[in-house]
C-alpha cells in the first residue's frame, strides 16, 4: 500500500521559515488533489493548504495565506510546503494527505491517505 512520507519539521524562532516534503514511496503515485492538514495539542486537525495533481490550483487557509506555499515537483511527485514568517500559533503536527475523489479540499474526512506527521514548533 502507498505510504505518504513527511520530513522537513523542526524548531525555527518566529518569523523564521521552513519546508516541508511530502514523497509518495512509489513513483507511480498520483492522486486527485494533495492537502497540508495540521494539529495543535487539544485542537482539531485544521487545513492549511491544498493543490490539485497538475498544480495548477492551490488553496490556502486564511490564517496561512501569504506566508506559505504549497508546490509540486513534477519529476519525482514530491509536495512541498514552504512556511515564512512562522508565529507561535503555527506550532502543530503538519501532515501531509491525499485523496482520490472530487469534492472538498479543506475537509480532512475527504482525503483518502494520510502521512504521519512532522512535527513544527516556532518559539517565541
Known amino acids: 500500500q502507498v505510504q505518504l512520507i513527511e520530513s522537513g519539521g523542526g524548531l525555527v524562532q518566529v518569523g523564521g521559515s521552513l519546508r516541508l516534503s511530502c514523497a509518495p514511496s512509489t513513483n507511480t503515485f498520483s492522486s486527485h488533489a494533495m492537502g497540508w492538514f495540521r494539529q495543535a495539542p487539544g485542537k482539531e486537525r485544521e487545513f492549511v493548504a491544498a493543490?490539485?495533481?497538475?498544480?495548477?490550483?492551490?488553496y490556502y487557509a486564511d490564517s496561512v495565506k501569504g506566508r506559505f506555499t504549497v508546490s509540486k515537483d513534477r519529476p519525482n511527485n514530491k509536495v512541498y510546503l514552504q512556511m515564512n514568517s512562522l508565529k507561535p500559533e503555527d506550532t502543530a503536527v503538519y501532515y501531509c494527505a491525499a485523496k482520490w475523489t472530487l469534492g472538498s479540499l479543506t475537509t480532512p474526512e475527504d482525503y483518502d491517505i494520510w502521512g504521519q506527521g512532522t512535527q513544527v514548533t516556532v518559539s517565541s
Open positions: 493543490l490539485t495533481w497538475s498544480g495548477t490550483n492551490t
